[in-house]
Protein backbone atom coordinates (compact mmCIF):
# COMPACT_ATOMS: atom_id res chain seq x y z
CA UNK A 1 0.00 0.00 0.00
CA UNK A 2 1.40 3.55 -0.57
CA UNK A 3 2.51 6.16 2.51
CA UNK A 4 -0.95 7.77 0.97
CA UNK A 5 -3.21 5.28 1.41
CA UNK A 6 -1.79 4.45 4.35
CA UNK A 7 -2.36 8.19 5.56
CA UNK A 8 -5.68 8.00 4.75
CA UNK A 9 -6.44 4.41 6.46
CA UNK A 10 -4.91 6.23 9.77
CA UNK A 11 -6.53 9.13 9.29
CA UNK A 12 -9.78 7.09 8.73
CA UNK A 13 -9.20 4.81 12.25
CA UNK A 14 -7.90 7.64 14.57
CA UNK A 15 -11.74 9.22 12.99
CA UNK A 16 -13.43 5.90 14.16
CA UNK A 17 -11.77 6.16 17.29
CA UNK A 18 -12.72 9.83 17.92
CA UNK A 19 -16.71 9.52 17.26
CA UNK A 20 -16.63 6.58 19.43
CA UNK A 21 -14.76 7.99 22.13
CA UNK A 22 -17.50 9.53 24.37
CA UNK A 23 -19.29 6.22 23.91
CA UNK A 24 -16.11 4.42 25.47
CA UNK A 25 -14.85 4.13 28.96
CA UNK A 26 -12.16 6.48 28.76
CA UNK A 27 -9.06 4.16 29.61
CA UNK A 28 -10.33 1.47 26.60
CA UNK A 29 -10.69 5.09 24.33
CA UNK A 30 -7.29 6.59 25.49
CA UNK A 31 -5.96 3.02 24.27
CA UNK A 32 -7.99 2.70 21.17
CA UNK A 33 -6.76 6.67 20.37
CA UNK A 34 -2.84 5.65 21.04
CA UNK A 35 -3.22 2.77 19.17
CA UNK A 36 -4.77 4.16 16.34
CA UNK A 37 -1.66 6.91 16.31
CA UNK A 38 0.90 4.21 16.46
CA UNK A 39 1.68 3.86 20.29
CA UNK A 40 1.57 1.04 21.55
CA UNK A 41 2.33 -0.32 24.77
CA UNK A 42 1.20 -4.10 27.28
CA UNK A 43 2.18 -1.37 30.27
CA UNK A 44 -0.45 0.67 32.00
CA UNK A 45 -0.81 3.13 35.17
CA UNK A 46 -4.23 3.69 37.29
CA UNK A 47 -4.61 7.16 37.64
CA UNK A 48 -7.71 7.27 38.97
CA UNK A 49 -10.83 8.21 36.76
CA UNK A 50 -10.90 12.12 37.57
CA UNK A 51 -9.14 15.43 37.83
CA UNK A 52 -9.42 15.10 41.54
CA UNK A 53 -7.71 11.69 41.60
CA UNK A 54 -4.71 12.62 40.05
CA UNK A 55 -4.20 15.72 41.68
CA UNK A 56 -4.30 14.16 45.12
CA UNK A 57 -1.75 11.46 43.37
CA UNK A 58 0.77 14.23 42.89
CA UNK A 59 -0.11 15.99 46.13
CA UNK A 60 -1.71 19.42 44.78
CA UNK A 61 -5.52 20.57 44.57
CA UNK A 62 -7.13 20.91 40.94
Not at 8 to 14: H, L, N, S
Not at 25 to 49: H, I, N, R, W
Amino acid sequence: MSSTGDNAARRAQVQAVLTAFTNTPLPEAAVKLLDALGYTSEKTADFGSSADSLALLYGTTP
